[in-house]
């Protein structure tokens, strides 16, 4: 391990200054966590390296996908990455009880309206999409991932419509109907719509009637040949996001009336998601489906919508002070530097802008790390444009496990917001062959005990 090494007077001087600083401050500096006041007899030196050991690959990872902050549709060709594509299920709910049509209605349209949020890759690549009645009910009670099916009929009501979703058009004019924000307009059946419009009048007056008669739908799209784009929707959005049903009586043809159906935070929806990873690059298909876990130290790779996360472990670092006699270590700074792969980055698959970093138990399950809790701006996990890098502060995880208060069993690095966001990145390993490469630039101290 390659240090560097500066005497006990400066490094009482610099600790002292930066102490002050953090007093009058009223913050806590990254450079004074685990130093509690040391006195200038007690300390040996202080110490600098980057040369950490870092073991690392990727796996495929399972998100929950209910009730997350956006659906997600659309389909996605990636070159690194392979093919995925994005559907949700969801309820639906009455937007008025007691509704009648009418004692001679006629149905005009029946039209799924979705609300834009954001989305990621190309939108300008045609999209096909499928809408699909559920013959299965959701429950609130129930976990549902990303991987998660529900029974639907598979007649297709949108009979294979297509459309490119216009993400950043504030404003169109359909008809009667002036909408200003970007949306998603999708036709459904007559069939559909006749079904829900001669319910039995018990099924509109309350809202489990209503969901038990009508169990929600399946909404998907067709893989892609190209790059494509995935669609955030904002399911509760109840100003644009809507089922809505156009009809009229027989008796006035001319007055032109709507019912809305819609999504609250008391439905169910959920996101299911498809990868089809073997389409990915040869070193892709290589680390993640034929599991050769070595290539890992070359390249990392992260994606969000249940699909990929990256285990990092620091093999030796529970035996940082065996060869110590009478005296510890001190973590004043340990800061892990995740460098982007730079040649992977265009204006399709941009980079995400924050991260998240979970240390592993010895049964796989996470926790959030003791350094997480000093703030974002301690921590971090933003992507660093001018580094070029994603950095984190695991000052407090490491002296826990150099002193035996937490096990070792490694470190799970994602992207923020797996189950309702589509980003994907690179990370250059220990390994990398190029300049910038994934490191641990720890600066410590050794104390008399």
Known sequence: M????????TCLALMMGTLLLAFAACKKSPETIGNNLISDSDYIGVYHTDTVE??????????STKNVSYALLGSMKDPVFGTSEAGFFSQFRLSLAGQSFGANPVLDSLVLQLSIANY???????????????????????????HSMVDFNPIDHANGYQFRPYPKTAMHVLNTDT??????????????????????????????????AFKGLYVACDPISQPGAITLVSMTDNTYTLLQLYYHNAETPEKAMRYDYYVTSSDVFFNHIDHDYTQGSPEFVDQLVNGNVALGQQTAYLQTMGGIRTRLYLPHLEHWSDSLEGSHIVINEAKLVLPV????????FRLPSNFILLGFNADSTTYLLPDYYEGTSYFGGSYNSTEKAVIFRISEYMQKVISEKRENHGL??????????????????????????????????????
Do not use: W
């Open 54 to 63: 870092i073991v690392c690959h990727s796996y495929f990872d399972s998100v």
């Open 179 to 212: 909408v200003r924000h970007a949306i998603i307009r999708i036709p459904l059946s007559a069939a559909l719509g006749e079904y829900l419009m001669n319910l039995d009048s018990t099924s509109y007056t309350q809202p489990d009637y209503f969901k038990n």
């Open 120 to 146: 990621y890759g190309d939108t300008t690549v045609m999209q096909t999409v499928h809408v699909y009645e559920m013959t299965d009910s959701l429950s609130s009670s129930s976990s549902y991932y990303n």
């Open 341 to 348: 792969d730079e040649t992977s980055v265009d204006s399709v």
């Open 2 to 9: 390659k240090t560097y090494h500066s005497t006990a007077r």
């Open 412 to 449: 799970s690095l994602g992207i923020n917001g797996a189950g309702y966001n589509a980003y994907r990145m690179l990370i250059n390993g220990p390994q990398s062959t190029q300049d910038k490469k994934m490191r641990l630039e720890v600066t410590y101290s050794l104390v008399n005990e």
